[in-house]
């Protein structure tokens, strides 16, 4: 439990209910070795070795008052602490939805700062057992050699690179694109987005993970897209294969990328034109996909790289609760400087990106539906 605790008045409901883990609630090592918790809607969560001591107790069937009582009574040394820190972390697992009563409600500017920190996807599942597919390709790579195969996927983004720059740089003769051209490049992008997604559920199965299921939505709850559920990643050990499993994606687009550049350095007129036109949106679905203010494959690559567990979770709440001035939850109190100044630089250059991104994608559309109207 943290050193430094911020006490709060104490709520009605720790004197009356007794607690215990929620039915359904998993205790597994996940992601780094870590001690998590599991709720039954598949929320990860991590639980420090204090804090499973806690919950351990809770299996005797105590309330929060009984429960503080205990404690104080086993490690009188650490009252003062125990009595201001406890609380707020029962308060804590109940709106984590791992105890046996329904979540606290929330206030106004809590709900504000939830949305806020949400995966803000509508999602719409249409294959409930991805892994049904993924599994022969999986199977097949089980095979290779690790290393050379690892070689092969960074190979793909060295090569792949240096042709767009070439393509997007050199004479492309017609610049005018037709509105066949368009249409047919975004027949293409809905058959590389099947692929792109395909392939994260490929490295999920090969790392043997089943991805919980897979399908389209609407980000912002507005903006069409697919995806394949990698909720479970937490439950992989490795931090390589977790890498491994966010990048194959965006390493996918842009092995299309050079694919599509190396077509219109070869071609001419038309054909050259339609190339790049593919290659544009490539980049542009690449560039969206590694925004790291949303859960994207950039995001959650960085996160596995550092070994971090809900990075974005964490950091954006850090940065609401302070700006809304509301008092921090218990696992955010006791974090170094270090972290906190981590959190503010991720979200100022999340949000940075996500600027630069939107207005690089704008400008895009704008000069295509010039060149289509004249």
Not at 244 to 257: K, N, Q, R
Request: hydrophobic share 50%; glycine share 8%.
């Amino acid at each position: 439990m943290p050193s430094s605790p911020e006490t709060v008045a104490p709520e009605p409901w720790l004197d009356t209910e007794r607690l215990r883990m929620r039915d359904g609630v998993e205790i597994i090592t996940g992601a780094g070795g870590r001690t998590m918790l599991v709720s039954p809607a598949g929320r990860y969560l991590n639980i420090s070795p204090s804090g499973l001591a806690i919950l351990r107790h809770l299996g005797e069937g105590m309330t929060g008052a009984e429960l503080v009582a205990s404690l104080t009574e086993r490690y009188p040394e650490q009252e003062e602490q125990i009595r201001g820190v406890l609380p707020n972390f029962l308060a804590d697992l109940r709106r984590a939805s791992v105890l046996n009563l329904d979540p606290l409600p929330a206030t106004g500017t809590e709900r504000a700062i939830r949305y806020g920190r949400l995966d803000l996807v509508k999602r719409f599942p249409l294959v409930r057992d991805p892994s049904r597919y993924a599994d022969p390709v999986a199977g097949v790579l089980r095979r290779l050699p690790v290393r050379p195969l690892a070689a092969l996927l960074l190979a793909v983004p060295v090569v792949a690179i240096p042709l767009v720059v070439l393509a997007l740089t050199s004479s492309a003769g017609s610049t005018r694109p037709a509105a066949w051209m368009v249409a047919a490049a975004v027949a293409v992008m809905l058959g590389e987005v099947v692929v792109h997604e395909f392939c994260h559920a490929v490295a999920m199965t090969y790392n043997r993970i089943r991805p919980r299921n897979a399908g389209v939505g609407l980000m912002l709850y507005l903006f069409p897209m697919a995806y394949v559920d990698r909720t479970d990643t937490y439950r992989h050990e490795g931090r390589f294969g977790r890498v491994l499993i966010s990048l194959v994606g965006p390493i996918c687009d842009l092995g299309f990328a050079g694919v599509w550049s190396l077509a219109a350095l070869n071609t001419s007129g038309d054909a050259s034109l339609f190339f790049r036109i593919l290659v544009g949106f490539q980049l542009l679905a690449v560039t969206a996909n590694l925004n790291p203010l949303f859960p994207s494959d950039g995001y959650h690559a960085v996160e596995a790289a550092l070994g971090a567990i809900n990075m974005r979770g964490r950091a954006l709440t850090y940065v609401l609760h302070r700006v809304t001035r509301k008092p921090l939850p218990l696992y955010l109190r006791s974090i170094p400087r270090r972290a906190r100044v981590g959190y503010l630089c991720y979200f100022a250059v999340s949000l940075l990106y996500t600027l630069l991104a939107a207005g690089l994608i704008l400008l895009n559309l704008i000069v295509l539906a010039i060149g289509l109207m004249s």
